[in-house]
């Protein structure tokens, strides 16, 4: 969490994809479980509903990897 605010407060765009598979940071924080940066970046304004290159979303990656507490947090959000 203090990362990615240090990050934001340098410039870091919350909108950044990666080239490759263009995921975004909620992305990567869903698939890793980390809801509290899912929590800040939701509240700077990146979209909940997002696709990577092969159509998945955040909840997509929170429920392959078995992170309940963001699959709950998205879905109150009305994540798709």
């Known amino acids: 969490v203090q990362t990615l605010r ?3 407060l340098n410039g ?3 909108l950044w994809t990666d080239n490759s598979r263009k995921q975004t ?3 990567l ?3 890793k479980g980390q809801i ?3 929590r800040i970046l939701h509240a700077m304004g990146v979209p909940l509903d997002a696709v ?3 159509k998945k979303t955040a909840l997509i990656q929170a429920v392959t990897n ?3 507490a963001v699959v709950d947090y ?3 959000n009305n994540a798709r």
């Open 66 to 68: 078995g992170h309940l």
């Open 6 to 8: 240090f990050f934001f």
């Open 29 to 31: 924080a869903a698939a």
């Open 74 to 76: 998205l879905l109150a």
């Open 36 to 38: 509290e940066n899912i």
């Open 25 to 27: 940071l909620l992305h």
């Open 52 to 54: 990577d290159i092969d």
């Open 12 to 14: 870091l765009n919350p």
